[in-house]
């Protein structure tokens, strides 16, 4: 090999090698405003969830994971009298340009996963996305989070009907441990 040719080679490595670490960078996101949102929950969290006027408790811990790219909620608490945990990860998607979540739970080996919007004027979250439902199929879920104020917010839960109706599943009333 000529010193030329492998000058060439060596300059070509480094140009591909300069351009390729530049693609990287460009692709490692950091939090945005969307993930402010985030930062409300963080904290232990006193939880009432009420299923068609059956009420049971539990704590909600909510912490910023992954350099503030997202929102761990680890949930303990009993749901019609058994045992239940269940893990959520929430972040915001910025090619999507739309919130996302993902949960697991003691109760179902398939995760939930949702997506959706966040409307300033009613302080709502709005998600929508498939899990399993009650008898282990497919199900549409719609979930909505409304901060109420920095240590109150509530979740619904509502099972989306072939009719595009929602059905409200269940409701939890979240207030900040102190």
Not at 37 to 62: H, I, L, P, R
Not at 102 to 120: H, I, L, Q, R
């Amino acid at each position: 090999m000529s010193k030329t040719s492998f000058l060439n080679r060596v300059l070509l490595g480094v140009v591909v090698c300069v351009a390729g670490a530049g693609v990287a960078r460009a692709q490692f996101q950091t939090p945005g405003p969307e993930h402010d949102k985030f930062k409300e929950q963080v904290g232990t969290w006193d939880v009432v969830m009420d299923m068609n006027g059956q009420q049971s408790k539990g704590t909600a811990v909510y912490k910023m994971i992954c350099g503030g790219m997202w929102l761990a909620n680890d949930f303990q608490g009993d749901f019609g009298g058994l045992k239940f945990e269940g893990r959520g990860v929430d972040g915001y998607d910025q090619t999507k340009k739309k919130y996302v979540g993902v949960w697991t739970d003691s109760m179902s080996s398939a995760p939930m996963v949702m997506e959706g919007n966040y409307d300033p004027k009613t302080k709502m979250l709005v998600m929508t996305g498939e899990g399993p439902g009650p008898d282990g199929k497919p199900q549409k879920f719609k979930n909505t989070t409304e901060m109420k104020d920095k240590d109150h917010f509530t979740f619904k839960m509502y099972m989306v009907q072939p009719d595009g109706k929602d059905e409200l599943a269940f409701s939890i009333e979240y207030s900040r441990k102190k």
